[in-house]
């Protein structure tokens, strides 16, 4: 599954203050992480018939219950196959509220005597239940005593007055209602604005769902109401989740028409991952309960209704008013589980192509197919396809594959077997868009959810605490699958900065989980739904890695076909994993081991967080302990964590054979190195390993000698992870920030962006920009680091001048070029500012000029910072201009906090507290903005505290804790403190103000901590700027 507005997001735990204070807001965030990314042949039994008339409605069922709760399903009963009838009560012009209703007649196999069915039912209302069998006769019924529903486990059971016989087969039958509501989860309505319809009288005509056949003619009225569009835009995606929430793009579109005629639309969907097939039909909602399906939607004539398989009949009905309804019935599913079962019922066009005989067909509203944002998708997705084939020698087993491109998705994608679905923002390309770094995008969440098709539909985790078994190992062949069909794309780059990184800042705190934890530790839906982030999908995919450069691709990909073919529709835990893989090392003799696979592999999957080896080049000893937080008390001393690591290693350019750290520390003789400045050591070569180095001084002075005269002897990886692990060591304690500095001496003569982004982000992270330039460290880091960035920023400064087309390959210039032009801009690099000045300045001369997208945020803000009112003005008519994009609004609103005058921030300010001049859902962002400014902080507090009933009424008090958070970088002093208490203690509860009082104690702390460090740092630059 794919996230998501952003699945995959892990919260540490790192001190109880900090935690009090954010409680709230955590359990919001984690209780989000519901559906980011998610996938399997046998008897059936005849279809159910559907039911001319709608049972009748006595009342509404009520909201759903949590989805996954921790009852899990007695065995007694094993499903076979499910008989599943729809029904949504859906016709084009409605205005709700909307129903569904539906039958479902599984067919199950007693395995042990009973006289109770305990399946699972979440927010439905059962109509009737039957029980008949065993089969093959099914005549002969079981008397249904009692269906009860347990609305805390969200449980249908049914009290028998006979028994079912083990080894004999039933057919349980129930009839069931819901509610359809538009919360994006389980079967849900979602409205959209699609600009490409047009109004006909009469007969209109609609694409056939059944794949390869003409179009159907149906009689359809549409309403007549034409709505303001709600946009569809292509926002950046959040970091999650997921291997798609943790792509950090900084681009966006929004597929606008000059048509101003514009028609609301309704569509149906399902997300049914992880538990929530139970809140659309009665079902035997666990991974390992697999079985065969017969779906049948009955929907309006208007509409068209896809499902995991190609439709093989489309009929008519007529309900009990007379009024017709089309019934499209499915071919039997393959085996797989409910949460893969999807249901698509819309009015959109498709564009199709074959490949080795899967019919793939890309949908979406009729103006994104008008307007070619499909076949980007349509280009790829075949040959994804084959080359998964290819590698994994395994055949993808379905006729056909409907990708779907929602407007509304509260995931990023979602891997349903056949029927893959997707927010538009994951799928959609507009044809003039020229740069790489929007089609890496969509290549590589497609390729996530086709791998899936794999790992996940055809072999699924037993259960969810083997979530990794889908989503790390998938999240690894997606940037397998995206460099292919993206070959300009390098692969090992790409995966360190999006997947290692990332999540090596977040597995190194107390509390944070391992990859597998044992079954019964993922019962409720908290522990279920916190599964969704990036320790299942960036740890996963980190030590998939691993494992595969450690056995050599051949024999990782050998041993992922064994257990494919050994587990094809079926389940597998990650023992099940280790066991193949194994049984591949022990046919061969050129890969040699230390210990088992499984001994090696449980180091990683069952113990939290990651080792740092330690060097000594002078004894040639490496030791290894958990990475932790050396300025936390409570977070060393207590952990004795020990893990089997592969070391690739070079010495003096050349590559060595793989060694082995499987105790706590160990002598290696070859490690030794010679009193020769030239000869040094380098670990974890090209990431091989999922690990940080410590280096001891005498090697680190060696490798940052080799950076400043040969940098390139260095791989590019291996420079961002030597630069990545030294500040990373110095935040946690283990080295001191001279040591770290030395390694960005070299930094003239980098010509890596995505290097560039960690050193930049390493020393002028975002949130301190603001509070840097109160620092003596400011102008001595301005001259060291300009000194420095002069020839990568004029490198690109020539492009921006003449030809930015020209680096539409430049998949890293497409995300960091922003953070290196901001950064020479908050240098007052000159040259920065008279550019953004320059380009501003012929937007406001002509507002159909585009600012090109890789520098708009930064250009936006310095061409106000150093503008007057005037440019103000300009950027004020813009953000209200009609066609001005949703993001190029927010870039707007940001650039407005960028003025100098304060005059003109205070009244950027006031416009907040207008019903007319903006959104009201803008405002908390406008103070946000403005706060986080090192002119604009006292402000926007004066602001708040002055206008805080009105703000209050409006916002709660959830814009305060903001407000604080942001004013707490600016806390040094106990006075500091004090003087925002006597704000926050007239309003806010006493609980409230002991959160927020400890957290600003915390800041402070933290602040007088970063006070020292920026001193180091100074003394530092003071002897080192001028070299």
């Not at 966006?252 to 049914?272: C, R, T, W, Y």
């Amino acid at each position: 599954m794919g996230p998501r507005g952003g699945r995959g997001l892990y919260v540490g735990r790192r001190t109880a203050a900090l935690l009090a204070a954010l409680l709230l807001a955590l359990l919001a965030a984690l209780l989000a992480l519901a559906a980011l990314y998610g996938r399997c042949r046998q008897e059936a039994p005849t279809p159910p018939s559907p039911s001319p008339a709608a049972p009748g409605f006595a009342a509404p069922p009520g909201p759903a219950a949590a989805v996954g709760s921790g009852r899990r399903l007695p065995r007694q009963l094993l499903p076979l196959h499910y008989d599943l009838e729809l029904w949504p009560r859906v016709r084009p012009g409605q205005a709700g509220p909307f129903t569904f209703s539906g039958q479902v007649n599984i067919t199950v196999r007693c395995r042990q005597d009973t006289d109770t069915a305990v399946l699972h039912s979440s927010g439905l209302r059962s109509l009737r239940a039957d029980v008949r069998g065993p089969l093959p006769g099914m005549g002969t019924a079981v008397e249904v005593a009692e269906l009860r529903q347990e609305v805390a486990g969200e449980l249908a059971v049914l009290e028998l007055r006979g028994r079912l016989r083990a080894g004999r087969r039933y057919v349980l039958q129930l009839g069931f209602e819901g509610r359809l509501e538009e919360d994006l989860d389980g079967l849900f309505l979602t409205r959209y604005t699609d600009q490409g319809r047009s109004r006909q009288q009469g007969i209109r005509r609609y694409p056939c769902p059944v794949p390869g056949s003409h179009s159907l003619a149906q009689s359809s009225s549409w309403p007549h109401t034409c709505l303001c569009s709600t946009g569809s835009s292509l926002p950046p995606l959040p970091a999650s989740v997921g291997s798609t929430q943790h792509l950090k793009y900084v681009f966006g579109h929004e597929f606008k028409d000059v048509n101003p005629m514009q028609f609301q639309s309704m569509l149906i969907a399902s997300q049914l991952e992880p538990t929530y097939a139970r809140t659309v039909y009665p079902c035997f909602d666990e991974p390992a309960m697999k079985a065969t399906f017969n779906i049948r939607i009955v929907h309006d004539p208007s509409y068209v209704a896809l499902s995991n398989m190609p439709a093989i009949d489309v009929s008519e009905m007529a309900d009990e008013n007379g009024s017709l309804w089309t019934v499209t019935t499915f071919n039997t599913s393959l085996k797989m589980s409910t949460y893969l079962t999807a249901f698509v019922v819309c009015d959109f066009d498709y564009v199709t192509r074959t490949e080795r005989g899967n019919e793939i067909r890309i949908w979406a509203r009729k103006e994104a197919v008008r307007n070619g944002y499909v076949d980007y998708a349509l280009n790829i997705t075949g040959p994804i396809f084959s080359f998964l084939e290819d590698l994994l020698n395994v055949s993808y087993p379905l006729p056909k594959t409907d990708l779907v491109a929602l407007p509304e998705f509260g995931a990023g994608a979602m891997e349903n077997w056949g029927l893959i679905t997707f927010q538009e923002s994951s799928l959609l390309y507009l044809p003039s868009d020229k740069f790489t770094s929007r089609k890496a995008m969509i290549a590589i969440i497609m390729s996530h959810e086709l791998g899936h098709q794999w790992f996940g539909n055809l072999v699924t985790m037993n259960w969810w605490n083997d979530l990794w078994l889908n989503e790390g190992l998938t999240s690894y062949f997606e940037y397998l699958g995206a460099t292919f069909v993206e070959p300009k794309l390098s692969l090992d780059k790409i995966f360190y900065d999006h997947v290692v990184q990332p999540v090596l800042r977040e597995d190194n705190e107390i509390g944070v989980r391992s990859l597998s934890e044992s079954e019964d530790k993922i019962k409720d839906s908290f522990a279920l739904m916190s599964l969704f982030d990036s320790i299942t999908y960036n740890k996963g995919a980190s030590i998939t890695w691993m494992l595969s450069c450690f056995l050599s691709e051949k024999l990782f990909i050998r041993a992922l076909t064994l257990y494919l073919e050994e587990f094809s529709f079926s389940n597998a835990n990650q023992d099940d994993l280790w066991t193949h893989i194994q049984m591949v090392v022990d046919a061969q003799d050129e890969v040699q081991l230390p210990a088992s696979v499984k001994q090696i592999m449980d180091s990683w999957t069952c113990q939290n967080g990651f080792p740092v080896l330690t060097l000594n080049l002078t004894t040639g000893t490496i030791s290894q302990e958990q990475f932790l937080n050396k300025k936390n008390e409570n977070s060393t001393d207590s952990y004795n964590n020990t893990w089997i690591i592969p070391i690739s290693w070079m010495r003096n350019g050349s590559s060595q054979p793989l060694l082995w750290l499987d105790k706590s520390s160990k002598v290696f003789p070859e490690m030794q190195v010679s009193e020769s400045e030239y000869d040094w050591i380098l670990l974890n070569v090209n990431l091989s390993g999922y690990y940080r180095v410590n280096y001891d001084q005498l090697n680190l002075k060696r490798l940052a000698r080799l950076l400043e005269n040969d940098p390139k002897a260095i791989p590019a990886v291996s420079r961002i992870q030597l630069i990545d692990d030294a500040f990373a060591l110095t935040q946690f304690g283990y080295i001191e920030i001279e040591t770290a500095l030395e390694l960005t001496k070299y930094l003239a003569k980098e010509d890596e962006l995505f290097i560039w982004n960690v050193v930049l982000s390493n020393l002028v992270p975002k949130n301190l920009e603001s509070t840097l330039k109160n620092y003596e460290l400011y102008p001595l880091l301005k001259k060291y680091l300009l000194k420095r960035m002069l020839p990568i920023y004029h490198y690109y400064a020539s492009f921006i001048h003449q030809n930015v087309d020209a680096l539409e390959d430049d998949y890293f210039a497409q995300l960091y070029l922003e953070k290196l032009f901001g950064t020479a801009c908050w240098l007052g690099l000159q040259d920065c500012l008279n550019l953004s000045s320059e380009l501003y300045a012929k937007w406001m001369d002509n507002p159909d000029y585009k600012i090109p997208f890789l520098i708009r945020r930064t250009v936006c803000c310095y061409g106000v910072a150093v503008g007057s009112d005037k440019e103000w003005n300009f950027a004020w008519e813009m953000y209200n201009h009609s066609d001005t994009t949703k993001e190029d609004k927010d870039i707007l609103l940001s650039a407005m906090s960028c003025a100098r005058e304060s005059w003109l921030l205070y009244r950027y300010l006031q416009y907040g507290l207008s019903n007319t001049l903006f959104s009201s859902n803008c405002t908390p962002n406008v103070i946000l903005y403005v706060a986080t400014k090192d002119i604009g902080h006292r402000i926007a507090w004066e602001f708040v505290t002055e206008n805080w009933p009105l703000l209050s009424e409006r916002y709660g008090k959830e814009l305060l804790y903001e407000v604080l958070k942001v004013m707490g970088r600016f806390v040094n002093t106990d006075v500091q403190i004090q003087e925002l208490q006597v704000f926050y203690n007239a309003t806010l509860e006493e609980d409230e103000r002991v959160a927020i009082t400890l957290l600003l104690e915390f800041t402070k702390v933290e602040n007088m901590g970063r006070r020292e460090l920026f001193i180091k740092a100074a003394n530092w630059l003071q002897k080192n700027v001028d070299d």
